[in-house]
């Protein structure tokens, strides 16, 4: 049940995103441990880290090896409750799409064992990289703990990370085994080549991961990766008329991710409300459209770029045709990447997008954030 992936390097296991187990979550997570007890010179199961209706996850370290040589790395274990309805199914779909999704690094990668504890057995078994700062959830809760807007320049970089993954699903089939990953970009050949019309099913951000920071083309040097999750409701969704209804349903998905980062509501549907945006040829004509954000709208959130206000805003009207194609958008989108600290610098909120500041607002939120397990203040 393992394909061969790029391991990740050696990351710590932190127990500050660890929620309680129910009983049947605590007795699988107690076989996955006898499981790796009869290979103790090579793994230490750690701690369950997750889980849900259909199964667990658990932390795993496998020790450094001189023969072949290997560091020390941690990695997660993702197993099917037994006799649990259709677990087991999700399970064998989801590693289906990560074999194809392989050498994206914006989705959380398969990884082979070996040696394998669950050779033989007859439930499927997924093992994948250990990412490190919790979920998108977590953030959330903890920014609007903390108060005020995340910065924008931030929440562009989480709109690139969660495009590149967009890109990942139009074009799978893009890894060799044991290649190292490379940074999800448009084909040459992207107007003439078809795009798959795969969807994740369930992208909230209890599926999205935050990594730490990888120098991937210079995008994650400020800030950290996302690292999408749980496949196993993903499908291809029918096309009859080629009209990409996959792809604006995925640009539609990402776009309310963004919407619940802006507002700290991660409600996951909103009323949808006619809302007036403005002309920016070729990426979209202005005009009175019907958008699932109606709490972006003005005068809300006084420090929010406005090309990002209203990008959001249209990609997620409930109309796909005034969705953006896939290649306008990420023209688009790279255009407001280019967005440094002296751009903001005229703005009101100038102070808000400094590197320096930034660096404060992440390391307060994401990599020494204190523990908010009993705040309840979003949705």
Not at 274 to 294: F, H, M, N, Y
Request: glycine residues 6%; hydrophobic residues 40%.
């Amino acid at each position: 049940m393992f394909v061969l992936g790029t391991p990740p390097t050696a990351r710590r296991i932190s127990r500050r995103h660890i929620k309680p187990l129910n009983l049947l979550a605590l007795k699988e997570s107690e076989k996955i441990r006898k499981y790796f007890e009869y290979y103790k010179d090579n793994y230490k199961f750690d701690v369950p880290i997750a889980h849900g209706k259909h199964g667990v996850v658990v932390a795993v370290t496998q020790f450094q090896r001189y023969a072949p040589p290997s560091s020390e790395i941690s990695f997660a274990i993702k197993r099917a409750y037994d006799g649990s309805g259709n677990a087991v199914q999700i399970l064998e779909n989801e590693i289906e799409w990560l074999r194809r999704l392989r050498g994206a690094p914006h989705v959380v990668q398969m990884l082979d064992l070996d040696p394998n504890p669950f050779d033989g057995l007859g439930r499927p078994t997924l093992a994948i990289e250990y990412v490190e700062n919790g979920t998108l959830t977590d953030f959330i809760r903890r920014c609007a703990r903390r108060g005020g807007q995340i910065p924008n320049r931030v929440l562009w970089a989480f709109f690139a990370c969660l495009t590149r993954v967009c890109v990942a699903m139009a074009w799978p089939d893009r890894g060799v085994l044991g290649a190292p990953v490379a940074l999800e970009q448009l084909p040459p050949d992207a107007n003439e080549r078809p795009k798959l019309q795969l969807t994740h099913g369930d992208l909230r951000p209890d599926n999205i991961l935050i990594g730490g920071f990888e120098p991937l083309e210079g995008e994650h040097l400020l800030v950290p990766i996302l690292k999408v999750c749980d496949w196993g409701l993903s499908n291809e969704v029918p096309d009859p008329k080629n009209q990409n209804l996959g792809v604006a349903r995925n640009i539609f998905d990402i776009a309310r991710i963004m919407r619940m980062l802006i507002s700290f509501d991660t409600t996951y549907n909103l009323p949808p409300t006619v809302v007036e945006i403005p002309d920016i040829p070729p990426i979209r004509k202005g005009g009175q459209w019907l958008t699932a954000s109606p709490n972006l709208v003005r005068p809300n959130f006084p420090d929010l770029d406005p090309d990002l206000r209203d990008f959001v805003i249209q990609c997620t009207s409930v109309i796909p045709q005034v969705i953006p194609s896939l290649e306008d958008f990420i023209t688009y989108l790279e255009l407001n990447l280019g967005k440094t600290e002296p751009f903001y610098r005229i703005t009101p909120y100038a102070a808000l997008e400094q590197d320096a500041r930034i660096r404060d607002y992440l390391l307060e939120t994401i990599f020494y954030a204190s523990d908010d397990d009993d705040y309840d203040g979003i949705s």
